[in-house]
């Protein structure tokens, strides 16, 4: 920080040095501040890879995977359609 004018003595003065506690506390900041940014960079792209993954899971299912028939082709109960007329 640069020096500032002291208006109660009317000139410049040097500011006071940091003490420790203010050097402890500013590196604990710039830490907390890369350690959050690492985090929030990480969720990020693990958001991004499932992203990924379920659009590529949608692309593939819907470029030839087996679609299931309706509900009125099931017979429960009953013979199955190729086997129905034979003896």
Known sequence: MG???????GRFERPDPPNDRDI???RA???RAEATRE???????????????????A???G?????RPP????RHGARARLTGGCN
Do not use: C, E, I
């Open 3 to 9: 020096p500032y004018y002291d208006h109660q003595v």
């Open 24 to 26: 402890v506390l500013a």
């Open 29 to 31: 900041r710039r830490a």
């Open 39 to 57: 985090v929030f960079g990480a969720v990020y792209r693990s958001l991004k890879a499932a992203t990924g993954n379920l659009a590529g899971l």
């Open 59 to 61: 692309r593939h299912a």
């Open 63 to 67: 470029a030839g995977a087996a679609l």
């Open 71 to 74: 509900h009125g082709d099931f």
